[in-house]
Structures are given as C-alpha cells and as structure tokens.
C-alpha cells in the first residue's frame, strides 16, 4: 500500500509540475488553453469561446488564435519533455516545482503553420511531438483537430532555441 501512495504522490507532484509550467504563460489562461496528461503524454485543448471567432460568416476561428495555440503547445511540450526526463532520473522533485524556479522557456527561431481547413466553433485540440532536441536547438511538429484525430484543421514546424 505504501508503494501505491508514493506512487500516486509521484504524479500528483507531476501534475503540479505541469501546472507550474503552464502557469508561467499567462497568454494560455487568456485563451482558456489548458493541458490534459496522461503519462508523459500531453494533450493542448483549446475550449470554444465566441471571442475566438475571426470570420463570423463562416464561422471559424482566428488565424491568429490557431497559430498562438499551436505554438504554445510546441513550446509545452518541449519544456515538458526535458522536465519529464529530470524528473524520471530524479535530478528534480516534481513536488517542489514552482512557476519562480522553472527553468526558462525555449525562445522560438521559427514557425510555420499550415491551415488545412477552417477551425469550426467547437473544441481544439493539439499535440506535438519533439523531432530533435539539443543543448542549443529543438525542432517541434505540432497536429491540431477536433473532432476526429484523423482529420487535421492545422499543424505547424517550430524551431527553438534551448535556454
């Protein structure tokens, strides 16, 4: 039983961690952004809000909003992955992870969005994966959806820069 409790403190601190992560990005709380984790796993949502409507007449989300959630969810799931890593060798405690001692964000080099079809009014959802991830420079490819996983409205490449 005691194994169980340390474990399920283990994630518990993991969820605080990417709480603290996410936290430091205030423009993710303005757009509703949030993550959902499942193991190692992060999934960007992207809840419908009329102000995120760009062309009432069709209608359909913002270019603008679709590229920021894109990103932001690049940029997340690249820290998560190098936090991720120190956690799983013990180099940090989960548990202690606050947004004032987390190592600073990748700076992006550049990004580029492919918009596949119109983000209808509903729900986003995003996950990215990192191609490659040095001392100096990360690549990130991002795929966005929403109701069907298979068919894409957007995905984009981003570069960084590693702090």
């Known amino acids: 039983m005691t194994a169980h409790l340390g474990e399920e403190t283990g994630w518990q601190g993991r969820d605080a961690a990417l709480t603290a992560l996410v936290e430091r990005v205030p423009y993710l709380r303005f757009l ?6 499942r193991g190692d796993e992060l999934t960007a949502i992207l809840p419908y ?10 209608p359909a989300l ?11 969810a690049a ?3 690249l820290s ?7 956690m799983e060798s013990g180099a940090i405690d989960p ?23 119109s983000g209808l ?3 986003a959802y995003a996950r990215a994966r990192v191609n490659r991830s040095g001392r100096r420079y990360a690549s990130v490819h991002v795929e ?20």
């Open 75 to 77: 940029i997340i799931e």
């Open 62 to 72: 913002h270019g603008g909003v679709i590229a920021a959630f894109l990103e932001t």
């Open 80 to 86: 998560w992955s190098t936090m991720w890593e120190a």
């Open 121 to 123: 009014p509903r729900d």
């Open 144 to 163: 966005a959806w929403q109701e069907n996983r298979s068919r894409l409205f957007a995905q984009a490449t981003a570069h960084f820069l590693m702090p």
């Open 32 to 37: 509703g952004i949030r993550f959902d984790r």
């Open 49 to 58: 809000a009329d102000s995120l409507i760009g062309n009432p007449l069709l």
């Open 95 to 117: 548990a202690a992870m606050t947004p004032a001692i987390l190592p600073p964000l990748p700076k992006t080099i550049d990004f580029t969005v492919d918009y596949l079809r």
